[in-house]
């Protein structure tokens, strides 16, 4: 129907692809001296987990192709998760049923992936973990340039998480971070975020303003030949 009415062509990718996608977008934000990451997506309707190793260094040429150890995608993401628990008036007790929910989906990864987690740090890539860094750093108004690529401490993210749980609904909406698109889906993302932290508790979180489609343009110019055998961007 969309080919026939607006001309285009749909290419709708699987959920593997869409994982190695969004690793492929955030690879240059690992830290370098880290073995790997925790790396996140935390979406609509469902929710990716990827375990990163450390990438080969890529000088100058195109970022390094995702080494990925194993990765799991969540049938659930911060709209279904508040179409089951309600998303304005999120109390403790419906948090916490929130976070044990997903929990329960995250344990057969967290028990093969979740063992060996030293010098590893979480990588995050969603409207949830940019909205919690926009909060974070008491921005007036969300900025890209500020809330990509900057770090988190667990104790930081743990504040926030309490800042957001002690709001009402109307505050939440209010806050310029959050806005009435949001205010409804924050908690539960939030609770998403926590049954991971919980799962893999890594002390660093690295907040990604990058994914997909940073994933499907590197992934394109590579197709394309855009790099060349050295390492350099062709003319």
């Known amino acids: ?7 285009l062509d749909l290419e709708i990718v699987d959920r593997e692809t869409e994982a ?28 990716e987990l990827v375990r990163l190793e450390r990438s080969h260094e890529a000088g100058s ?8 150890r194993g990765w ?13 628990h309600g998303g304005e008036r999120v109390t403790r007790e ?26 590893l740090h979480l990588l995050g890539t969603s ?32 504040g926030v998480i309490e800042r957001l749980l002690a709001m009402d609904y109307q505050q939440r909406k209010e806050s310029p971070c959050i806005g009435p698109e949001r205010a409804d889906l924050v908690l539960a993302g939030c609770a998403i975020l926590e049954a991971i932290r919980r799962a893999f508790p890594l002390p660093r979180l690295r907040v990604a303003d990058r994914g997909l489609r940073e994933g499907m343009l590197v992934q ?13 961007a062709s003319p």
């Open 127 to 158: 409207g949830t973990v940019t909205t919690i860094a926009g909060v974070h750093l008491d921005l007036r108004r969300y900025d890209r340039s500020r809330v990509d690529g900057c770090w988190m401490t667990a104790d930081e993210v743990n």
């Open 20 to 47: 190695c996608l969004a690793a492929t977008g955030c690879t240059p934000l690992m830290d370098p001296q880290a073995e790997g990451v925790l790396l996140f997506d935390i979406g609509g309707g469902s929710s």
């Open 94 to 119: 419906v948090y916490e049923a929130m976070v044990a929910e997903i929990a329960a989906l995250i344990a057969p990864f967290a028990a093969q992936h979740g063992s060996d987690l030293e010098n």
């Open 220 to 232: 394109m110019m590579r197709d394309d030949g855009v790099w060349d055998a050295a390492g350099g």
């Open 61 to 68: 040429g195109p970022p390094p192709p995702p080494r990925i």
């Open 72 to 84: 799991v995608s969540l049938p659930h993401g911060v709209v279904t998760l508040a179409e089951g």
């Open 1 to 7: 129907q969309v080919a026939r009415d607006v001309g």
